[in-house]
C-alpha cells in the first residue's frame, strides 16, 4: 500500500457519497497517529504538510525523509499532501522532495491569475506522477478576519460560484477542487453555516473531487451533510491540535504535584489525537454507514 497519489486516493465514483480525511501532521508522533488511525479503521488517510511547518524543522529534508519512510512502511494508503502552497516554487520544491500530492492556492488572485498559475503547477506536476489540488472562491482565515455577523458566518461574497468552479476546473485540469461554501480557517466560535445549495449546484457541474477546508469548527452532523452534498476529502487540523494540547491539560491536572513521567503525558495525548482521527475516518465515510442503516 502505502504512499499513493491524491488521484489514486480519491479515485472512488463521485457518486458514493465518501470522503477521505486530510490530516496536518506537526511532528513524527502526530504522523503516526494518522497512519495508525488509518491502518485500524481499515480505511486511508491524507498527511497534508504546510511548507513552512517542513522549512521551520531543525533538518528540514531529513524530517520530509523520515515521514516519507513512515509512509512507506504503512499498510494503509496515505498520500503526502503539501498543504497550501502558496508559489511555483514552494510546490516543486515539495514534489521534489517526494511529496504525491501538492495544493497550490491562488484563491487570493484574481482568477485569471490563479488559473495561470495553477496550470503551469499541474503541468510540472503531472509530469512528475503527482496531483495538484486547487482552490476557486476563498476560504479566508478566522483570524484574518474572513468572519462575519458577529463572527459566526463566512463572508459569502467569497463564496465559489458553479460558472467559477466548472471554468477552473476545466482550464487548470486539478485533480480536485477546493471550494468555499461556508467555513473558515482556524479556531471558530459556534457552528458555521454550510451552503448547502450552491455546493450541491457546483457537485452536479464539477466532475472532480471537492475539497473542505476549515472544517474543524464543525458538528458531525455537518461533516455528514457535506459529505452527501459531494465533499470528498475534508481538511481537518484545528481540532486535532486543540485535542492534544487538551489531553495534555487534563492529564497533567489529574497528576496534581506527583511527578511524572514526560513519556505518560505524550503517550496519553497522542493517543486521544489517534482516536480523534479515527472517529473522523469513520464519520466522513458516510456510505459506509448509508449501507449499514438499510441491512
Ligand atoms: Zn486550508
Not at 505524550?266 to 466522513?284: G, M, P
Request: glycine fraction near 8%.
Amino acid at each position: 500500500m502505502s504512499l499513493v497519489t491524491l488521484k489514486e486516493l480519491l479515485a472512488e465514483p463521485l457518486e458514493v457519497h465518501s470522503a477521505v480525511g486530510g490530516f496536518v501532521t506537526f511532528d513524527y508522533a502526530s504522523t503516526e497517529a494518522i497512519i495508525k488511525a488509518a491502518e485500524h479503521t481499515g480505511g486511508k488517510a491524507i498527511i497534508m504538510i504546510p511548507w513552512g511547518l517542513a522549512a521551520g524543522q531543525n533538518k528540514p529534508e531529513e524530517y520530509l525523509r523520515n515521514t516519507l519512510s513512515m509512509i512507506r512502511n504503512s499498510s494503509a494508503p496515505i498520500t503526502l499532501h503539501l498543504d497550501h502552497g502558496a508559489s511555483f516554487e514552494e510546490c516543486m520544491r515539495a514534489i521534489h522532495s517526494g511529496f504525491s500530492s501538492v495544493m497550490y492556492d491562488g484563491s487570493s488572485l484574481p482568477m485569471e491569475e490563479n488559473i495561470a498559475n495553477t496550470k503551469k503547477v499541474v503541468e510540472a506536476a503531472h509530469a512528475c506522477g503527482v496531483s495538484v489540488e486547487g482552490e476557486i472562491g476563498h476560504v479566508g482565515g478566522a483570524e484574518a478576519g474572513a468572519l462575519v455577523e458577529g463572527g459566526l458566518t463566512a463572508d459569502s461574497s467569497l463564496y465559489t460560484t458553479v460558472e467559477e468552479a466548472v471554468s477552473f476546473a476545466e482550464a487548470t485540469g486539478v485533480d480536485a477542487l477546493a471550494v468555499a461554501v461556508g467555513t473558515v480557517h482556524g479556531i471558530v466560535r459556534g457552528t458555521p453555516k454550510l451552503d448547502l445549495e450552491r455546493l450541491s449546484a457546483i457537485r452536479a457541474a464539477v466532475k472532480i473531487p471537492l475539497v473542505l477546508h476549515g472544517g474543524s469548527g464543525l458538528t458531525d452532523e455537518a461533516f455528514q451533510s457535506a459529505v452527501k452534498h459531494g465533499i470528498n476529502k475534508i481538511n481537518y487540523f484545528t481540532e486535532m491540535s486543540l485535542a492534544t494540547s487538551a489531553a495534555v491539560r487534563e492529564f497533567v491536572r489529574h497528576c496534581g504535584e506527583q511527578p511524572v513521567h514526560m513519556m505518560d503525558i505524550t503517550n496519553h495525548a497522542y493517543h486521544k489525537l489517534e482516536q480523534l482521527i479515527e472517529k473522523q475516518i469513520r464519520l466522513f465515510r458516510l456510505e459506509e454507514k448509508l449501507q449499514q442503516n438499510l441491512e
